[in-house]
């Protein structure tokens, strides 16, 4: 061998073992979600999907407020989230100016109920009770909603989930009404007499009661997957869909939550 080709040869061998040594990594598909069900559930969807396609990485990041992961979307640091229904996706694209967010499909309901410490059921909530509800415009117009739906306020006609302290009509009780930001319902329920409490706030706090009322399936706040238009990784976003509406996801849901939570397709 002549040392013109053998320098070829060990060229080409050394070009052969960077390139192996150097590939590009795999650019992972990121998910911001809450922490609770959210975060479970798509941890169980993605580890589904690396298994058997190991190009679909999966990046998930958790957030513990509603604000952040629309942020995070639309600034391009995120490709997909999943944690808020569709109501409060378009207050937060409306009320703050996003450009580059578009809903993509349901996912899961997490029902709001109306819980309390000191009495039993709705109808025993007594004259005055301070009722402490989320301060974010779309969950407080669901709280609203529910306590119209339980006949324990009345609002404005066609208000919907539009819905605000000032579209009470009638309050027969004199209820007064607290605004909180969500995730501290939990923690604040010893001081008032009934809360209102998205699921999963109370399954993240470890709340150890019942709510004496809740929505039921026919809810509109089904909660909805968000994407960034401008992602590079629609397909991945695609295949990551498929997986999470399968039916082991499903099955998964609905033996881990019993209930509590609900499949929204």
Request: charged share 20%; aromatic share 10%; proline share 9%.
């Amino acid at each position: 061998m002549n040392l013109k080709r053998f320098a070829l040869i060990s060229l080409l061998g050394m070009a052969a073992l960077w390139y192996h040594t150097h590939k590009a990594p795999i650019e992972a598909l990121r998910i911001g979600v809450t922490a609770g069900p959210h975060a479970h559930i798509v941890a169980f969807v993605a580890q589904r999907m690396q298994a058997e396609f190991p190009e679909g990485k999966v990046l998930i990041r958790e957030f513990n407020d509603f604000i952040l992961p629309n942020i995070a979307l639309n600034d391009g640091s995120l490709d997909l989230n999943c944690y808020q229904h569709g109501p409060f996706l378009e207050e937060q694209i409306r009320s703050r100016g996003y450009k580059h967010i578009a809903a993509k499909g349901p996912n899961i309901l997490l029902p709001m109920g109306l819980y309390s410490q000191k009495f039993p059921h709705p109808e025993a909530l007594p004259q005055k009770a301070r009722i402490a509800l989320p301060n974010d415009p779309s969950n407080g117009g669901r709280a609203l909603l529910l306590l119209a739906a339980l006949h324990l306020i009345e609002l404005k006609p066609n208000c919907g989930v539009t819905a605000c302290l000032k579209d009470i009509t009638q309050n027969p009780k004199n209820f007064q009404f607290i605004e909180v930001e969500a995730p501290q319902l939990p923690r604040i329920l010893p001081d008032v007499d009934a809360a209102l409490i998205n699921t999963d706030w109370v399954l993240l706090s470890r709340l150890p009661i019942t709510p004496i009322a809740s929505e039921d399936t026919q809810s509109p706040y089904v909660n909805s997957f968000a994407v960034n238009t401008r992602s590079p990784h629609k397909e991945k976003i695609e295949l990551f869909l498929k997986y999470y509406y399968a039916p082991e996801t499903r099955a998964f849901i609905e033996k881990e939550y019993a209930g509590r939570i609900v499949p929204g397709w």
